[in-house]
């Protein structure tokens, strides 16, 4: 059924057909295949597409590894509000793949992200702020971050919590 609304142009159905050939579902693992769904959704300016792009070509699945790529691809999807692109593309800023190293730009794609309760960049602020990387080192707003993903069972988050107390900091 989803090949056939893909067939004629449904975005969510050719993202879905992406989805099953990126992690073989119900069909053998095709990365070609699942780029080619996923590019014909994205066309459209499907979010969660456009940021599956990004991944391939951050991690190489069926591309070339490309971050510029990569980063285009996230920085379209993270534009529409997608809080998981919006991590990918501070991740990017933060570490400077494919573009150059701007903490600033990525603590506020991270912030984005995380505002709307995405626990992995949660988790991430907490450890930029727990460290001071990025950031200056603040041990009360590392703490609000993990918690805020702990409290939605990020097991990293809670232990860093339980870090956090054990610690005195």
Not at 80 to 104: E, H, I, R, W
Request: hydrophobic letters at 35%; a negative charge.
């Amino acid at each position: 059924w989803f090949k056939l609304a893909a067939d004629q142009g449904h975005s969510d159905a050719q993202n879905s057909l992406g989805r099953m050939y990126m992690n073989g579902y119900g069909v053998p693992r095709d990365y070609a295949e699942a780029f080619k769904w996923f590019k014909l959704a994205a066309d459209q300016g499907h979010s969660d597409a456009q940021n599956s792009l990004g991944y391939m070509y951050f991690y190489g699945y069926g591309v070339r590894q490309d971050y510029a790529e990569a980063f285009k691809w996230y920085k379209l999807s993270a534009d529409q509000g997608n809080p998981d692109a919006q991590f990918s593309l501070g991740m990017t800023y933060m570490k400077g793949y494919g573009v150059p190293k701007d903490y600033v730009e990525g603590l506020k794609w991270l912030k984005l992200s995380a505002d709307q309760g995405y626990i992995y960049a949660q988790s991430m602020l907490g450890l930029y702020y727990k460290s001071g990387y990025g950031v200056p080192q603040d041990y009360a707003e590392a703490l609000k971050w993990f918690k805020l993903s702990a409290d939605q069972g990020h097991s990293h988050a809670q232990l860093d919590v339980g870090s956090l107390y054990l610690f005195g900091d």
